[in-house]
T-cell receptor, first 110, second 111 residues
Framework: RKEVEQDPGPFNVPEGATVAFNCTYS??????FFWYRQDCRKEPKLLMS???SGNEDGRFTAQLNRASQYISLLIRDSKLSDSATYLC???????????FGQGTRLTINP | EAQVTQNPRYLITVTGKKLTVTCSQN?????MSWYRQDPGLGLRQIYY???????DKGDVPEGYKVSRKEKRNFPLILESPSPNQTSLYFC??????????FGPGTRLTVL
């Protein structure tokens, strides 16, 4: 089983739709969780950290479910500019390293 | 401006010809890391460094070397590149190893 697993997509959704991604992780001791965004051929950039209580940043909401070992990202009222690959990232406790999922590709259509 | 820089951005080379990809950050971060990104495999960590003169292997260190003589620089060295090292390489830095700031990437082709 991969340490961090994501559905690679691609997901094609119309502008204005709500879209959700899930990501599962294998190490129950994981402490830190993140969503990164990567545009084509560019470097990944932090979208948001994921906290136990869940967190929201504008149209984006991230949730953590420790019992089931998954994190989710919800994008509401999607924009054309949201088209990108979304990377789920987990920091394994004591390992000082981040493990990246392979990414979920999202395309928002006009 | 806070940033991570990498050079070169694009490199085409031949098997066996030693090369170095430089990485520099101006944020005084202690933690730096190298990743490679391949289709279907995502980002995989090659080496990381938690401070000057402290380096450790990531998930795919074979065929690579690193050094950390100064806090701001973390070069990646390929002593004898092979075609399976053709990839997109990213350097990253962070304050404590979690939120990472990535460089713009180096696209390497080994013929």
């Amino acid at each position: 089983r991969k340490e961090v697993e994501q559905d690679p997509g691609p997901f094609n959704v119309p502008e204005g739709a709500t879209v959700a991604f899930n990501c599962t992780y294998s190490n129950s001791a994981s402490q830190s969780f993140f969503w990164y965004r990567q545009d084509c051929r560019k470097e990944p950039k932090l979208l948001m950290s994921v906290y136990s209580s869940g967190n929201e940043d504008g149209r984006f909401t991230a949730q953590l479910n420790r019992a089931s070992q998954y994190i989710s990202l919800l994008i509401r009222d999607s924009k054309l500019s949201d088209s990108a690959t979304y990377l789920c990232v987990v920091n394994f406790q004591g390992a000082q390293k981040l493990v990246f999922g392979q990414g979920t590709r999202l395309t928002i259509n006009p | 401006e806070a940033q991570v820089t990498q050079n070169p951005r694009y490199l085409i080379t031949v098997t066996g010809k030693k090369l170095t990809v430089t990485c520099s950050q101006n944020m005084n971060h202690e933690y730096m890391s190298w990743y490679r990104q391949d289709p279907g495999l995502g980002l995989r960590q090659i080496y990381y460094s938690m401070n000057v003169e402290v380096t450790d292997k990531g998930d795919v260190p074979e065929g690579y070397k690193v050094s950390r003589k100064e806090k701001r620089n973390f070069p990646l060295i390929l002593e004898s590149p092979s075609p399976n090292q053709t990839s997109l390489y990213f350097c990253a830095s962070s304050e404590q190893g979690d939120t990472q700031y990535f460089g713009p990437g180096t696209r390497l082709t080994v013929l």
